[in-house]
């Protein structure tokens, strides 16, 4: 059985990793921009290190600054319309998932023609390379800069659906630790959770490989040693810096092993309730863990070595379950250890989005399978 494996060709890493970003749109001979990111970002004048790196380089640029928290279709219509008035030749996305989901799309469109939605009933499904993409990282936790994911929510219906395509895989994607300073406590504890999440759902994926299974430990043990510090306090540069490298490991086991019901079941909360996604991993991630040690206590053994934990002379299972106290335990200290109902969840919606989790495309690599009863009783668990 062959293996493919996605991640953009050019990464550039850690503090002012922005000021090499000019040198490389020069040299590819780009002309306009369309900047996607979100209002905040403008308020804040965090986009102005983006804008200022253009300017001296005299590349030109527009700003679509209207991306939801939960990018929706509508996002990515309004997107693609400026982008079109504006005749730009590529795209740059600042900010975190949201910025970086609407803008793959946008620019998957821009060259495939259609609904972003035609994307969305399998896997690798356009036919050309997306117009050309870079992606500015502001938080260590989704790796939507460099993955072949891109989350959508369809706001007519209530869901969020993924966009797994080869062809949104961006051309450069910069992380630069300095732009993360700026990041509120209770975001970067989201993030860092969401990035966790996405090392352990690749690392007990059906689609894991040797490749993914290395980074996505070493995503968890990053993750596990530095989260707390780069909560705690947003200016330690070392938490800071080893978050953005823990983020990425874990995007690159994640982009190609893909993902499991943690995500699958968020994504339905992000349609139904708008809620922070990387939280509502945070929530689910210990019990859908318990579900799934059931057939992977190997698996989760290694996660708890991973984080720390001392399995020495324990068994597989008992080890396993120290593994997902070690994650609870890492959730409280952050403060996502949260309940469904704290955050508006009805139990009236829980058997719809169990329904549309499992026809979510992270599903299909989840290593025990659920049925719709299940899925419904690990919501409940964490209500």
Known sequence: MSNTFYMPPMSLMGQD??????????????????????????????????????????????????????????NIEQGLDLLKEQDCD?????????????????????????????????VHLSAKPQLPLVTVNTTAGTAAEMTVFAIVTNEED???????????????AVNDSELMVAMPKALT?????????????????????????????????????HLIKAVEDGEDRQARDAMQY????????????????VHSMAHQLGGVYDLVHGLCNAILLPKVSRFNAVE???????????????????????????????????????GTDQKLADLGVKEDKLEFM??????DACSLTNPRKASTEEIVKLYQSAM
């Not at 966790?196 to 968890?220: N, Q």
């Not at 169990?354 to 026809?359: E, F, S, V, W």
Request: proline share 3%.
């Open 17 to 74: 990793a922005i000021k090499g970003l000019g040198t490389e749109l020069v040299a590819r001979k780009f002309r306009k921009a369309l900047i996607v990111t979100d209002k905040a970002l403008v308020d804040i004048k965090l986009v102005d290190r983006l804008t200022q790196e253009l300017a001296n380089y005299d590349i030109d640029f527009a700003i679509f600054d209207g991306v939801k928290p939960n990018p929706t279709e509508k």
């Open 90 to 122: 590529f795209v740059i996305s600042f900010g975190g998932g949201s910025p970086h989901d609407c803008a793959k799309c946008i620019a998957l469109v821009a060259t495939n023609g259609g609904h972003i939605r035609d994307y969305s009933t399998g």
């Open 158 to 172: 209530e869901t969020k659906y993924p966009v797994v395509d080869k062809h949104i895989t961006p051309i450069i």
């Open 189 to 225: 504890a989201a993030t860092g959770m969401d990035a966790l999440t996405h090392a352990v759902e690749a690392y007990v994926s059906t689609a894991a490989t040797p490749i993914t299974d290395a980074v996505a430990i070493k995503a968890i043990e990053l993750i596990s040693r």
């Open 246 to 261: 823990g983020e990425y490991l874990a995007g690159m086991a994640f982009s190609n092993a893909s993902l499991g019901y």
């Open 296 to 334: 992977k206590a190997e698996r989760f053994a290694d996660i708890a070595k991973a984080m720390g934990v001392d399995i020495t002379g324990m068994s597989s299972v008992d080890a396993a379950e120290a593994g997902i106290v070690a994650i609870e335990q890492l959730s409280s200290a952050v």
């Open 354 to 359: 169990a329904i549309n989790a499992l026809n």
